[in-house]
Each structure stands twice: as C-alpha cells, then as structure tokens.
C-alpha cells in the first residue's frame, strides 16, 4: 500500500451469462483483521489447552479406576499367601475387574475350605497317633508291672504266679484286640476292593452270631430275640465284614445294658434292601455324644467302657463297612432307656 500500511485485498470478478461484468475490489487494511484473527487464535489454543487437560484428568480417573482394584487384588492375594484365609476383596463393579474380583473370592473361599479340611484332618491324625499310642501303652505297661512283680517274688507262690500269668495274657488278647481292630479299620480305608462279595442269607448268620453270645447273655441274664417278618434276606456281600457290623452292634448292646436287660434285634425286607435294627433297653447315650459316637476312639465314658474292655473303635468299624457296601448306619438312643442301631443294606 502506498500509505505503508499492511493491507488485505480480496478481488471477486462478477460473471453473467459467460461474459465478464466487471470486477469487485476490496481492501482492508490488516490491522483491522488482526485482532479478530489473533481471538480466533485464542479461542483455538484455548480450547486444545483444555483439551488435553480433561483428558489427562479422565485418563487419571480411569487409570485409578483399574489400578486400585487391581492392587488391592494383590494385597490380598498376598495376605492369603501369609496364611489370612480369611482375607476377601471388595469389588462390587459391574465390569471385568468384578467379574475379576468374583472370581478371585470364589478362589479364596475354595482354598479357605481345603486349607480346613486340611488342618482337621491333620488335627485327627495328630489325636489319632496319640489314641493308638494311650491304648497300647496301658495295656504294655500292666503287662510289664506283673511280669515284674513276678520276677520279684511271686514266682514262688504258684497261686499267684498263675492268676498273674492269666491277668497277662488278658491284657495281652486286648492288646491284639486292638492291633486287629486298627488293622481293619486301615485296610478299609486304605483299598477299596477290600469287599469280597458272596451270597448269603443275612438272617442266617445274624442267628450264628446271636448263638456266640450265649454266654456273655447269661452272665448278664439278658434276653436276646431275633424276628423277621419272613421275605427273602439274602444279600450279596462279604460275609465276614457283615459278621464283624453285627458282632460289634450286638456286644455294644450287651455291654451297655444292665443284668436282666432285653436286646432285639429284627430284620426287615425293603425293595431293594435288607434293614436290621439292634435294640437294646440299656444305659443309652447323652445327645451330646450322639454325633461323635462313630468317630475312632470316641467313648462316651471312658473308664467304664474301658473297664468293660472297649477301645472305642467297634462303630467306627461298623460304619466303614457298612459305607463301604454303600450301605446306611443310624442311631436312635434315649438316656438310661435303650438305644436303636439301623443297618440298611442293599442286597447286591
Ligand atoms: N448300645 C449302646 N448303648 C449305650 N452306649 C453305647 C451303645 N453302643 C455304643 N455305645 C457308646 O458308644 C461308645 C463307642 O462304641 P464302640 O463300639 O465304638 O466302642 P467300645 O464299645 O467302647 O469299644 P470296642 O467296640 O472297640 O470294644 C461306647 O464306648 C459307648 O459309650
Ligand atoms: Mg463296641
């Protein structure tokens, strides 16, 4: 521009009809322009300042929306390493990281309940070891005390020599009681083809049995009756284990129930099982023992079915055969009234 000023110039040329009507000239001199140009500058820069801020700011917010539970997942994870079972995360979102989140609990819970199972059966290993170990060592150690009262002086008094003599080899049979007894017990835990099915007819043997006892019944002068309402009782199943259940039900009857006492016994045909109940009117059993009374070494008075030569592992005995014929054991007892056992078996 002549005048020296900094101009902006705009030409339009005005067409009609193909032919050139003339031509449109505008000039403006910048500084005019400038200051709107440099407020559209502004609002640009502006706009992308606050741009990039919202987004560093929602970036923050979903970067710590994903962090946090992902941490805190960690810490927890950690804490269940060091042994706090106990230990669960808190997500309640509706996303992966819940979903996340769940599944890591449902992991825990798992784990918490093996990690249980674990030290309770550590815990009877450990009560069991020391079961074996308490009921070995009486015996062994009134053996030890007559022979060596013996070696002292009773070995001059034939007498007393033989009552000793005959005091040992009690103990003695007890102590092999108890080996069988443990023998038994491990070899139906131990292998699952421990079961040597037969067939035979249950009542049969139960009146065999029945027949065993004749003289422990008289000591006591008890009644033992057995009934059935006829039916067919033959079942398929090893002969021996089954003597042994019944074995152990009825001398637990006749133990735990006073002189002139009655002990029933009746089977019964099901559809496609065979039901003996053991019933006796003894000295029963308190409610609180009820649950336990199957459990290895569980006596509901030690000394008392010590005295009467019980170890506490006859039920426990039973109940594993009996399961391991897919078979059902129950107890129904009242104190100081008498007590139920009910054996179900299937016939094959
Ligand atoms: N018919 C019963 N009446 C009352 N108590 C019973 C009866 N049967 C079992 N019990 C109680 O249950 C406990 C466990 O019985 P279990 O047969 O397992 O052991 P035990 O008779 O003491 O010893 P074991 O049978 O090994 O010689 C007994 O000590 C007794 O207290
Ligand atoms: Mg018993």
């Known amino acids: 521009d ?6 902006k110039y705009v030409t339009v040329r005005v067409d009609r009809g193909g032919c ?6 505008f000039a403006l001199p910048l500084s005019r322009v400038q200051p ?30 994903i962090t946090l539970p992902i941490r805190q997942m960690q810490e927890t ?3 269940i390493a060091k042994g706090d079972f ?13 979903e996340l989140a769940k599944s890591f609990n449902t992991m825990a819970d798992e784990l918490q309940h093996q990690m249980e199972n674990l030290r309770r059966m550590d815990r009877m290993r450990t009560d069991f070891v020391a079961n074996v170990s308490h009921e070995l060592k009486t015996p062994l150690t009134l053996i030890r005390g007559y022979i060596e009262t013996l070696e002292d002086r009773a070995m001059d008094d034939k007498k007393a020599a033989t009552k000793f003599i005959s005091i040992i ?10 080996v069988n007894d443990l023998l038994s017990l491990s070899e139906l835990e131990l292998s699952d083809d421990s079961v040597h ?7 049969e043997i139960i009146d065999e049995i029945s027949l065993g006892f004749g003289h422990a019944l008289a000591d006591k002068k008890q009644m033992l009756t057995v009934s059935s309402q006829g039916g067919d009782l033959t079942i398929r ?112």
């Open 197 to 203: 099915k037969t067939e035979f007819d249950l009542k």
């Open 86 to 98: 106990g230990k669960r995360v808190r997500i309640k979102s509706r996303d992966e990281l819940g």
């Open 2 to 7: 002549p005048l020296g000023l900094d101009m």
């Open 77 to 79: 994870a950690q804490q």
């Open 36 to 65: 709107e140009i440099r407020s559209i500058y502004r609002i640009v820069l502006f706009g992308a300042v606050a741009a990039v801020i919202i987004a560093l700011i929602v970036a923050y917010f979903v970067s710590r929306s």
């Open 237 to 348: 199943a090893d002969h021996d284990k089954i003597e042994q259940v019944f074995v152990n039900l009825i001398d637990n009857a006749v133990k735990y129930t006073k002189e002139s006492g009655c002990i029933e016994l009746s089977l019964v045909e099901l559809d496609r099982e065979v039901c003996v109940t053991v019933q006796d009117n003894g000295i029963g059993i308190p409610r609180e023992h009820r649950e336990r009374i199957f459990e290895r070494f569980y006596r509901v008075d030690k000394a008392r079915s010590r005295d009467l030569g019980g170890t506490g592992l006859g039920l426990s005995i039973a109940k594993h055969i009996v399961l391991a014929h897919n078979g059902k054991i129950s107890i129904e007892s009242e104190f100081n009234k008498g007590t139920k056992i009910s054996v179900i078996l299937p016939k094959e």
């Open 169 to 178: 080899k009690e103990h003695a049979d007890r102590l092999a009681n108890i």
């Open 20 to 25: 050139i009507l003339g031509i449109v000239r």
